[in-house]
């Protein structure tokens, strides 16, 4: 009855999207379009040249399936032979990649790869004219619109022109019955910088600025937060505030005082996005959570905003910040209930991400999205978190139904420490366990002290075939282990030595598989098993990560807080 009702649902929308595609295919032909470009906005420099070369050399056809191919373009050997399954290449996000690059090769691949996709159909299809990817499509164009026009995708400038204000129309129509909102903001954006380029054909700028403003206020909360899901959306926000207060004349930005409320904007997002970020100028990574593999620098963007706020929020979006000399680690106390039905569970909640320097050297493993989708189709990674990771015994055959719940999360100092701990309870099949987690690090950055406390009130914990507190290495950290020692010799890029000391001599090394957010490469790596049982109704785990030494050199390295 469900799946009917859900299919029902999808049919509806996909009429009602439909009739509106007809609509501005219909009104597309009456309106007098300019002759030329109006204004074109510059290129924009996204500096992932690595991964632009690899979209282009084929490196993502190994996860996509055969596509047709037009005898039209089948000679021309640039063509990718398939598409990719599951992707979403009809967002255009690539361009941003791809437009850096900016010669012979990359224009011919971004002809034969736009004619593939099918756009420039006049048949409608709901995955290429979904609200979201249409509004990614036309921000991605008329951003891009200079490389797009050395690539020649386009025949003539009439054709271009008349792609571009079809989107206008079609966002235009569709955009009635969308609420305020994250897809609002980037249908509205879309269509201002579309109107960039063709000038004030539906709406006017002003007007456009004026929802736009809407859209932000509506997502901000009191204390100074947004009601979004990841710091992915957070910066694409910040870009596009950028872009808007870059691209905007001076006098639409000052009817309505709209130019101080962008710039009171940007003044909010800036300090959340400088607390998520990691030494290395990663996003904090957690079930589902940042680490996207982000189109724009986030320092780049940050250093271009006219800022007069330079502060660090050190709690946000449910994370806690904390800065000890060279250390800076993000530890998760979202207060969300989990539900997951497995026979092994590992709670993201009160996992913690740590940089020393610009060095990553504990991160979650944990799925993101990229320029083309989601991060699964590469490679599915699950439970890869800097946590507790529980395992029920064999014998038992069906999945158990996890549900975990925050309960309380502490962030303090005294006179020479900082302090960060956690209380959640985790159900498992009506039965109840809880995990408390403590973290104490010195002022001086050069140690941290962590314990684990996993107690059943009712129950004991001989059902588990092992509970194991585990820790994810970064693929650039070399380890090493003695045999029969409890003690684990962790060596930086930069010569810096930590070593990593547990309180039983049970701890092991296992590889996994690392999928980089910066180069989409997989990687191998490290991380560091304490596997503990208890036939008890409680579990007491310490472990201990300090600095043993460093080179000269780390001295002169920027550490950003």
């Not at 797009?148 to 569709?174: G, Q």
């Not at 054909?201 to 004026?210: F, Y």
Request: charged share 25%.
């Amino acid at each position: 009855m469900l799946r009917l009702r859900i299919r029902l649902i999808n049919n509806f929308r996909d009429i009602f999207f439909h009739i509106f595609f007809l609509i501005s295919l219909s009104l597309n032909r009456l309106f007098k379009l300019p002759s030329d470009l109006e204004q074109a906005p510059l290129n924009l420099f996204s500096g992932q040249l690595v991964l632009g070369k690899l979209f282009i050399n084929g490196y993502f056809n190994r996860f996509s399936k055969p596509m047709r191919t037009s005898k039209v373009i089948e000679k021309n050997d640039l063509v990718p032979k398939k598409l990719l399954e599951g992707l979403k290449p009809e967002t255009f996000c690539w361009l941003y990649l791809i437009s850096g690059i900016n010669d012979q090769e990359s224009r011919d691949f971004t002809k034969a790869l736009v004619n593939e996709l099918g756009v420039f159909n006049r048949k409608f299809s709901y995955k290429i004219w979904c609200l979201e990817a249409t509004a990614f499509r036309l921000c991605s164009v008329c951003l891009n619109i200079r490389f797009l026009e050395l690539a020649k995708v386009f025949n003539n400038k009439p054709k271009m022109l008349s792609f571009i204000h079809f989107h206008v129309l079609y966002l235009s129509l569709c955009k009635t019955f969308v609420p305020k909102g994250l897809i609002s903001l980037r249908m509205n954006s879309g269509i201002f910088f579309a109107s960039l380029i063709l000038g004030e054909t539906i709406s006017k700028k002003e007007v456009l600025l004026a929802k736009i403003v809407k859209d932000i206020d509506f997502l901000m909360k009191k204390n100074g937060e947004l009601s979004i899901d990841t710091p992915g959306e957070l910066l694409e926000i910040f870009f596009l505030v950028n872009r808007l207060t870059r691209f905007s004349s001076t006098s639409d930005l000052s009817k309505g005082k709209k130019d101080l409320k962008l710039r009171g904007f940007q003044n909010q997002i800036a300090p959340i996005l400088r607390g998520l970020r990691l030494g290395g100028g990663q996003l904090v990574r957690t079930n589902n959570f940042g680490g996207e593999m982000i189109l724009w620098d986030l320092d780049k963007e940050l250093s271009d905003a006219k800022l007069n706020n330079f502060s660090i929020r050190k709690k946000n979006m449910g994370f806690y910040r904390i800065n000890s000399g060279r250390l800076t680690l993000i530890f998760d106390g979202k207060s969300r209930k989990i539900e997951k039905k497995a026979k092994s569970f590992c709670c993201p909640a009160f996992s913690f991400e740590l940089s020393s320097g610009q060095r990553t050297i504990f991160q979650n493993n944990s799925p993101f999205n990229f320029f083309l989708g989601h991060s699964d189709r590469i490679l599915k990674v699950e439970q890869d978190y800097n946590s507790v990771n529980f395992l029920k015994k064999f014998g038992s055959i069906d999945p158990s139904q996890w549900v975990s719940k925050i309960m309380e999360v502490k962030n303090y100092k005294d006179y020479k420490n900082n302090y960060i701990e956690g209380k959640k309870k985790i159900c498992i099949d009506q039965s109840d366990i809880y995990h408390s987690r403590k973290l104490s690090i010195p002022f001086s950055g050069t140690e941290i002290r962590g314990s684990e406390f996993i107690y059943s009130e009712n129950k004991d914990l001989s059902n588990f075939d092992y509970i194991n507190v585990q820790f994810f290495l970064h693929p650039e950290v070399h380890v090493w282990k003695s045999e029969g020692s409890n003690y684990f010799l962790l060596q930086l890029n930069n010569n810096e030595v930590w070593n990593f000391e547990t309180d039983e001599n049970n701890g092991d090394l296992h590889t996994y598989n690392y999928l980089d957010p910066k180069d989409l490469q997989i990687k191998r790596a490290f991380r560091i098993v304490l596997r503990r049982r208890s036939s008890s109704q409680n579990l007491f785990v310490t472990w201990r990560f300090f600095l043993q030494s460093h080179s000269s050199r780390i001295t002169r390295e920027k550490i950003v807080s």
